[in-house]
């Protein structure tokens, strides 16, 4: 086409043949190649790709020291000729000083992806070109291209690049080949290489480095960088060398985090199932419609739900109970509305007294309770009508401390409130079956526990240093002696938050209590008394609530960039040239997303009354929702760093709960 610009073609060497390959370097397929190119004594130009070239200096300096050459394939693979001219200026610049930086030496050799035999022919790619050949490069293209990134077959391989090199002239040079060292699977052409160069050989051939053919020294087309520039190539080192050191964290983190949840998931899974197992053979204790409890509901604000929770407790059957309703200087008509629902029932007593907290409100309802087994009950919360019963039925052994029950959501209203049914089924039941298994479990929940009057008094009442006073009650009295039992068919519903400011302000309070419950008892970590609690429930809690939810904002981040990288690559090469290293994240996720799923369903085969269909919610649960969660932990830390925060951090209730 007509053109002001030139271009001046060179490199027609009879019987002299440049192995190029493209697109890498990649940590798999780049060392195999050069092992063949080591073997056979045959030097090679790799076009590198800068992102690429950023986590494998190691191979970018064998290359250099084995001889090779090296130019540049741009930074991120992108046609020059759909972007703009400072995009090109980008992509040269950024691979040529990561090139210097790592090895103290300047590309000169240039391969602009998707211009075929890369001689410009036309408008769009006359620019870029341009635009390197001003900057020092030489585009070096080629004519003879088997194909091999799209897996044709190594036989393929190997006739394809005969027959481009006998096919070659002055006019149309077969002397250069096009290989593919990264980008995909590249068996085929690690496999087609040392045949293809044997043959060669045969047939007359030789092989040179691309500077060879252009007329050039090794030290012309790879110069060692001068004195001048050799600051600014430190500055460089030290900048790539930690984004190569940050890409390269993101990916073991990601690897070693999806790992343990995966291993996590199926021993949680597996232990519920032998828990479960465990149950069927079990003999349960039988009910006694005698035995006496006392049910204490602290209330702070409840005037909407708080005679609705007597009520409920009073509706149990099998068991006798007094209720003894703690009004923590309530603002509301709390006390009042007791005072008139109840007067005549002497099952009930209230007590008023100024806010002091959660903990010293239950300290005092202790002072007055006349049972052996006390139950904290919180107002939001509804009892089946065998709850109670259950709960006491277990306390014959006169080692048990206390007794867990079966949480679940009764406001499922909405989507939030749907997430956390899921939640409390996939994740906290399931997993208080498993721990149950180990005699680890770290927690007797608000929502539904029964525990022994003289195991709380042993450790000197309900602790008021936390806001997870129940978590840290279950942990103490374990310490103490005492054993803890789990029992799913005692069940209550509870009510969850309804908007998500509500649930993250709920969950702070949760993660704030277990980070100071952790610490409080870190002294128990690692030791055989209670052993199940200090090998497993503790360490368990550290890795898996603090740790992994800390650093999940991270992996998320990782299959991000993961997800945006595949796309860009299908658009960019097809799936046959997209990156190894992305197939095996999204396989991780994939088999991690199957095995929580797998892990889900025998949660809900596990709790029987379950309705199913909450189960399609998990994947999307994935989005938004556990994202909540991990900002609620960085938050608590963020907190725990600060200093103390100790109170009752209730919800607003909406008296919207129901036994579902």
Excluded at 132 to 140: E, M, T
Excluded at 251 to 279: D, H, K, N, P, Y
Excluded at 637 to 643: M, P, Y
């Amino acid at each position: 086409m007509p053109s002001p610009y030139v271009v001046e073609r060179t490199g027609y060497r009879p019987k002299q043949l440049a192995l190029t390959f493209d697109d890498g370097p990649d940590p798999e397929w780049t060392p195999q190649i050069l092992d063949v190119l080591k073997r056979e004594h045959a030097p090679a130009t790799f076009f590198v790709i800068g992102e690429n070239a950023l986590t494998e200096r190691p191979l970018l300096e064998r290359m250099v020291d084995e001889g090779h050459e090296i130019g540049s394939h741009t930074y991120t693979h992108p046609n020059l000729a759909n972007v703009s001219q400072r995009q090109v200026k980008y992509e040269l610049n950024t691979t040529q000083r990561l090139f210097q930086a790592f090895t103290g030496r300047s590309l000169r050799l240039f391969r602009a992806p998707y211009f075929g035999d890369a001689e410009p022919s036309t408008a769009d790619e006359i620019l870029p070109a341009l635009e390197a050949q001003q900057r020092g490069y030489i585009s070096v293209g080629l004519h003879v291209d088997p194909d091999d990134w799209k897996r044709p077959g190594v036989q393929a391989i190997i006739d394809r690049t005969i027959a481009g090199v006998e096919a070659g002239n002055p006019e149309r040079s077969g002397n250069v080949i096009l290989l593919h060292d990264a980008g995909g699977n590249r068996a085929e052409t690690v496999a087609a290489l040392p045949i293809i160069i044997e043959r060669l050989r045969a047939m007359g051939y030789s092989f040179v480095p691309v500077s060879t053919l252009a007329g050039l020294s090794r030290n012309q087309s790879m110069p060692v960088i001068s004195s001048s520039d050799r600051v600014a190539a430190v500055a460089d080192l030290a900048l790539f060398s930690t984004l190569g050191g940050i890409v390269v964290a993101l990916r073991w983190i990601f690897g070693i985090a999806i790992t343990i949840g995966i291993i996590r998931a199926l021993a949680l899974s597996a232990l519920a199932l032998i828990q479960a197992r465990r149950e069927l053979k079990t003999v349960f204790p039988a009910i006694d419609p005698s035995r006496f409890v006392t049910v204490m509901i602290p209330a702070f604000n409840e005037e909407r739900v708080i005679v609705r929770a007597v009520e409920g407790v009073l509706a149990s059957n099998d068991v006798a109970i007094e209720v003894i309703v703690i009004d923590d200087g309530s603002s509301d008509g709390t006390s009042r509305v007791v005072a008139e629902a109840f007067a005549g029932d002497d099952r009930v007593r209230l007590l008023t007294l100024e806010n002091g907290g959660k903990a010293r409100a239950l300290n005092r309802g202790l002072e007055l309770a006349r049972g052996e087994i006390v139950i904290a009950l919180d107002a939001d919360t509804q009892f089946e009508p065998m709850t109670i019963a259950r709960l006491a039925r277990w306390f014959d052994d006169p080692k048990l401390g206390a007794v867990a029950g079966n949480a679940k959501v009764g406001n499922r209203v909405n989507l939030i409130t749907k997430w956390q049914a899921l939640e409390y089924i996939t994740a906290q039941n399931l997993e208080r079956r498993a721990l149950a298994r180990l005699n680890a479990m770290t927690v007797v929940p608000g929502a539904v526990g029964a525990w022994r009057l003289e195991a709380i008094r042993s450790v000197g009442g309900y602790p008021d240093d936390t806001l997870a006073e129940d978590q840290d009650l279950t942990i103490a009295i374990q310490r103490h002696g005492w054993t803890v039992q789990y029992d799913q068919f005692a069940i209550a519903w509870t009510e969850a938050p309804e908007t998500m400011r509500a649930l993250a302000k709920q969950r702070f309070r949760w993660a704030f209590g277990t980070l100071q419950c952790l610490y409080k008892h870190r002294s128990a970590i690692g030791r055989s008394h209670p052993r199940g609690l200090g090998w497993v429930g503790l360490p368990q809690a550290i890795v898996f609530q603090i740790v992994l939810a800390s650093i999940s904002p991270i992996i998320d981040l990782a299959l991000l960039v993961s997800f945006a990288s595949t796309y860009v690559a299908v658009q960019a090469h097809g799936w046959e040239q997209t990156s190894h290293d992305v197939y095996t994240m999204l396989a991780y996720w994939l088999i991690f997303t199957a095995i929580d799923l797998l892990a889900a369903t025998i949660a809900f085969a596990l709790e029987r009354k379950e309705r199913w269909r909450l189960l399609w919610l998990l994947i999307p649960q994935r989005i938004g929702y556990r994202q909540v969660m991990y900002y609620v932990v960085l938050k608590a830390i963020a907190q725990a760093l600060r200093g103390p925060l100790v109170g009752w951090g209730k919800l607003a209730r909406t008296g919207r709960v129901t036994a579902n």
